[in-house]
């Protein structure tokens, strides 16, 4: 059973930057592009970047130039550099292949104050 575990979640203001990490066991990360979403209060959830095995990379337009996907295949992890918060920003993240068909972890809150 493939486990996800976010984490590097956190409170910043507005401008500020976060990095976060998602470490899964088994090998799935070699076998799959590999995403990062995101779920505001009373929102769907939506997903923010995505990479695939070779790393090439794709991002939501509202993210598009503050963040930064990145993946270590040898260490079963995939990371989201966030620059440039804004509050709009606020919500859990989650990570999952992409598209997504593993269960979901727990997430990691992120909140940006203005």
């Known amino acids: 059973q493939v486990q996800l575990v976010e984490s590097g979640g956190g409170l910043v203001q507005a401008g500020g930057s976060l990095r976060l990490s998602c470490a899964a066991s088994?090998?799935?990360?070699?076998?799959?592009?590999m995403g990062w979403y995101r779920q505001a209060p009373g929102k769907q959830r939506e997903l923010v970047a995505a990479?695939?095995?070779?790393?090439?990379?794709n991002y939501a337009v509202s993210v598009k130039g503050r963040f930064t996907i990145s993946r270590d295949n040898a260490k079963n992890t995939v990371y989201l550099q966030m620059n440039s918060l804004k509050p709009e920003d606020t919500a859990v993240y989650f990570c999952?292949?992409?598209?997504?068909?593993?269960?979901w972890g727990q997430g990691t809150q992120v909140s940006v104050s203005s």
């Open positions: 999952n292949t992409f598209p997504s068909y593993l269960d």
């Open positions: 088994g090998s799935i990360f070699s076998l799959n592009a």
């Open positions: 990479i695939t095995r070779s790393g090439s990379t």
